[in-house]
T-cell receptor, first 118, second 112 residues
Framework: NAGVMQNPRHLVRRRGQEARLRCSPM?????VYWYRQLPEEGLKFMVY????????ESGMPKERFSAEFPKEGPSILRIQQVVRGDSAAYFC????????????????FGQGTRLTVV | KQEVTQIPAALSVPEGENLVLNCSFT??????LQWFRQDPGKGLTSLLL?????REQTSGRLNASLDKSSGRSTLYIAASQPGDSATYLC???????????FGTGTRLQVFP
């Protein structure tokens, strides 16, 4: 089991460009979560997805940010028209299907994508 | 609204000391609590998961306890080593959500 795979590991974009971050969950996991870690800050929840569904996007900025988890392929976090303030580490986590939100459900994280906007 | 706080924010100790890292949360209605380790520029490694019905979990030199009623968890690191130097994060999953709420982290440095 390869674990949660994120790519690219590092991404540099100029202001106004689009950034696409990819996350492949662990085998057998159908839940994906995206978190953002700003410099010198903690991890903040952005969005929770299941296959083809957005379950909770309460942490997503209202504009320019979108996420998807298609039936086939990785989950994508897309940031349009990036600004300097988008520079951060973006982490993806996955977990197996919840059995009524079991208390033993453990989340596993990828290595993150470090986005730098110049 | 769930808030998770960790103290101390930073800790620097000589090798061999036993350490206690603290985590507190404001809403006791949680499914579980996880402790993670994050190395500089790297991702998160899960260390221990404590279910809401459990009081503690152990893995090697690590022991984590959970007191739901008081909203507190502690991570105990025995016989610390320089390789333990990292940021330690605690996170909880609140009832009726599936998202982890993270604490602010404790940055640990163990020097030889």
């Amino acid at each position: 089991n390869a674990g949660v795979m994120q790519n690219p590991r590092h991404l540099v974009r100029r202001r106004g460009q689009e950034a696409r971050l990819r996350c492949s969950p662990m085998k057998g996991h159908s839940h994906v979560y995206w978190y953002r870690q700003l410099p010198e800050e903690g991890l903040k929840f952005m969005v929770y997805l299941q296959k083809e569904n957005i379950i909770d996007e309460s942490g997503m900025p209202k504009e320019r940010f979108s996420a998807e988890f298609p039936k086939e392929g990785p989950s994508i976090l897309r940031i349009q028209q990036v600004v300097r303030g988008d520079s951060a580490a973006y982490f993806c986590a996955s977990s197996p299907p919840s059995r009524g939100r079991s208390s033993d459900t453990e989340a596993f994280f990828g290595q993150g994508t470090r986005l730098t906007v110049v | 609204k769930q808030e998770v706080t960790q103290i101390p924010a930073a800790l620097s100790v000589p090798e061999g000391e036993n350490l206690v890292l603290n985590c507190s949360f404001t809403d006791s209605a949680i499914y579980n609590l996880q402790w993670f380790r994050q190395d500089p520029g790297k991702g998160l490694t899960s260390l221990l998961l404590i279910q809401s019905s459990q009081r503690e979990q152990t893995s090697g030199r690590l022991n984590a306890s959970l007191d739901k009623s008081s909203g507190r968890s502690t991570l105990y690191i025995a016989a610390s080593q320089p390789g333990d130097s990292a940021t330690y994060l605690c996170a909880v999953i609140v009832y009726n959500t599936d998202k982890l709420i993270f604490g602010t982290g404790t940055r640990l440095q163990v020097f030889p």
